[in-house]
């Protein structure tokens, strides 16, 4: 018989007499295993449950505190990646400062945990402190006192806007704030009227001197095109300002008493929200008077006569 055909009556009898196929598994105790089921059967690399210093270590643990002592007093600063946060310092009247460092860390903990986004973290001012907030829950008080920036600039909101940014900045990469949400303005510094017997001065001439006053200056940069508190469309370019009193068109002349420069402005818009500034120049006007690379100049201002 030709090979072709035993093999064919090989298969035939296979179908017919119902005996098991080439490839096909061994019974055991006349169950059949495929081998996926056999594959079952073979050792299996279960996950060890990690022990809690293994959690803790695979979640970033991102906050310490660290306790010392301050100016006779207990203290506790706490850091979120190494830098330093904010300082705790114990008073007769309140809570152990390294409870309070504790419970805030374990909140900043958490922030990170539920992803928080850090653009909704603000600071405002209620109450003669600094709150921090995060979507529109508070945080932490800072007052200078019982809490306080490690590093601190002795001005209270200096520190208070410095913690907010540092805080934003890592939990999560987000811009830096430029002003405190319902800071109490300080009142403006008295405006000193001219001697009769001065002549209005000749550099940048715009107009007699009405009025005078001193302060800090700082500059600002909306994208162009939006909106000033006038309506009018923001210009970069431009030598305008804000201020938070003077008429909008109130020209006035800025001079930086560090260099000498000045430039005549237009008041525009509204501002600046930070205390102990005067005026928020545009970025052209800044140029002008040679503040860029400082950010803040001290400068006298003349209001001038239309």
Same mark, same amino acid.
């Given at each position: ?26 019974t ?45 007093r ?7 990646? &190494? ?5 705790? $310092?114990?008073?007769?009247? #309140?809570?152990? %400062?390294?409870?309070? @460092? +504790?419970? /805030?860390?374990?909140?900043? &903990? ?5 992803? $928080?986004?850090?653009?909704? #973290?603000?600071? %405002?001012?209620?109450? @003669? +402190?600094? /709150? ?11 007052d ?21 940014n ?9 811009y ?29 001439t ?21 909106r ?64 860029i ?14």
């Open positions: 018989m030709k090979q072709t055909q035993l093999w064919s009556v090989v298969a035939l009898s296979t179908t017919v007499l119902g005996l098991p196929s080439v490839g096909r598994a061994a055991t105790n006349g169950n059949s295993t495929t081998p996926d089921e056999a594959g079952s059967n073979d050792a299996v690399n279960v996950k060890k449950p990690q022990s809690i210093r293994e959690k803790l270590i695979s979640r970033d643990i991102l906050t310490q505190i660290h306790s010392h002592n301050l100016a006779g207990q203290a506790t600063t706490l850091y979120i990646r &190494n830098i330093p946060f904010l300082t705790f $310092v114990s008073q007769a009247d #309140i809570s152990n %400062s390294d409870e309070r @460092a +504790s419970a /805030i860390a374990a909140k900043i &903990n958490q922030l990170v945990t539920d992803k $928080v986004d850090a653009s909704q #973290i603000t600071v %405002s001012w209620k109450a @003669a +402190s600094y /709150i921090i907030k995060v979507n529109g829950e508070e945080l932490v008080k800072i200078g006192k019982t809490t306080r920036l490690p590093d601190t600039t002795n001005n209270l909101s200096q520190d208070a806007l410095q913690a907010t540092r805080l934003r900045r890592l939990i999560d990469v987000a830096a704030l430029n002003q405190i949400n319902s800071i109490p303005f300080p009142p403006p510094e008295p405006i000193k009227q001219p001697q009769q017997a001065k002549k209005p001065s000749q550099q940048n715009g107009g007699e001197v009405q009025a005078t006053s001193k302060g800090m200056a700082s500059y600002y940069s909306y994208e162009g095109g939006n000033t508190a006038t309506g009018e469309r923001f210009n970069p370019q431009g030598l305008t300002a804000a201020h938070r009193s003077l008429p909008f068109g109130t020209r006035v002349r800025v001079t930086n008493t560090g260099n000498g420069r000045s430039v005549v402005v237009r008041i525009n818009d509204r501002g600046p929200f930070i205390r102990g500034r005067v005026i928020d120049l545009s970025v052209s006007a800044a140029r002008e008077l040679g503040m690379s400082s950010g803040v100049a001290a400068v006298k201002l003349e209001i001038l006569s239309n």
